[in-house]
């Protein structure tokens, strides 16, 4: 056994990992140059060296879980984190050049991937579990959530800043009749979204949220504001109450980091979702502030986990005679490690689900929370 191979046995077994061992967390190592990639090229080099096949886990959800709860991304080359971590503080990586570049690398990629991997309504954000048996029903009480927390009714105009195919937007006009626009950067979103939305009053923009500047009676944003980057969420709040009424309510729904993070997961900024930032409760505050006041604030981020492994079966599920004949097995690897460990990073509380409720002035009376 090299050094490279000791060091990083030594480090995995602070995780009560074993390469080599019987049980579902442990790793299956197929080519031993994994040890030094490891050490070389850290996180990146997990992922990718997965993709490779260099090595195979049976659930690799609860083993990114227990690497994580013991903190080894962070024990391995940390110098190899100093160049991200510059480059997200000197440079504007969700600028507007940048940000239409990033939306396309991952949701242009064709919406059959999405349609054979997502719920029925094609929501690309956390289900809410707390009463569902299934991904659809997770993401129904989900939508219905948000319609009932910022208090949707009849004839409402509402915004939805990240739209993605529509399927918030086609909920609230069938089941509180609503009217609707979306903004997003995918081409590929707007043609499929416009086919589903057919006979509703919803229209679709492809446009960038900083050129918004009309009045919606409320405003959402699902799963959009990872992308906005912590430099931008000044601008973000800014541009929502300019276009928020006077009484209206706006809900924005995100993922969430315990601690500031100066840039991204290396292998998904490198190949799922390039320029992505998850905010600290802080910085949506500090953006936020003067400019709103916080009605509410729901965390539940577990309910994640449990969304990713039901699309990882559905894109399980679908691989063979569908995506197999679109995708190559590389891609495969990738999709469901980017899966599966995101899984594991929401189950080991690492990531979170936030809803956040914001008013212009405050609602009369006070607010009353929903769950």
């Not at 993605?164 to 043609?191: D, H, N, P, R």
């Not at 800014?238 to 729904?253: E, I, K, T």
């Amino acid at each position: 056994m090299d050094k490279a191979e000791s060091l990083i046995r030594e480090l995995l077994a602070r995780a009560d990992v074993e390469p080599g061992g019987s049980r579902p967390w442990d790793l299956t190592v197929h080519d031993q140059r994994l040890y030094d990639r490891l050490l070389r090229d850290a996180v990146l080099g997990l992922g990718e060296s997965y993709v490779d096949g260099w090595w195979d886990c049976a659930d690799l959800t609860d083993f990114i879980r227990r690497v994580l709860m013991a903190d080894l991304e962070h024990a391995v080359s940390p110098r190899r984190l100093l160049l991200p971590v510059l480059k997200a503080k000197l440079v504007n990586t969700q600028s507007r050049e940048r940000a239409a570049k990033d939306v396309s690398s991952h949701y242009d990629r064709g919406n059959e991937l999405f349609r054979r991997m997502l719920d029925k309504r094609m929501a690309y954000s956390c289900g809410y579990w707390r009463d569902a048996d299934d991904l659809d029903a997770a993401q129904e009480a989900k939508l219905d959530l948000i319609c009932r927390k910022v208090g949707l009714k009849t004839g409402d105009r509402v915004l939805d800043i990240g739209c993605g195919w529509g399927c918030f937007m086609k909920y609230a006009a069938e089941k509180y009749g609503v009217s609707a626009v979306g903004v997003t950067l995918s081409k590929e979103q707007i043609a499929l979204g416009t086919q589903l939305c057919e006979g509703l009053p919803v229209e679709f923009r492809l446009q960038d949220y900083r050129d918004l500047d009309e009045r919606f009676d409320h405003i959402i944003s699902i799963g959009m504001f990872e992308h906005v980057g912590p430099k931008n969420y000044p601008a973000f709040m800014q541009v929502v109450r300019r276009c928020l009424s006077d009484d209206g309510l706006f809900l924005l729904h995100t993922i969430g980091a315990n601690v500031p993070k100066d840039a991204s997961d290396p292998f998904t900024d490198k190949y799922i979702f390039p320029g992505a930032r998850l905010p600290v409760a802080e910085q949506i505050a500090t953006a936020a502030g003067g400019l709103f006041i916080q009605e509410d604030w729901h965390t539940f981020g577990i309910d994640y986990a449990l969304t990713l492994e039901a699309w990882f079966e559905n894109f399980h599920r679908n691989w063979d005679g569908v995506l197999s004949t679109l995708y190559d097995e590389r891609f495969y690897r990738m999709w469901k490690y980017m899966l599966l460990t995101s899984a594991g990073s929401f189950r080991a509380r690492r990531d979170q689900t936030w809803q956040i409720v914001y008013s212009k002035s405050g609602v009369p009376g006070g607010y009353r929370s929903l769950r």
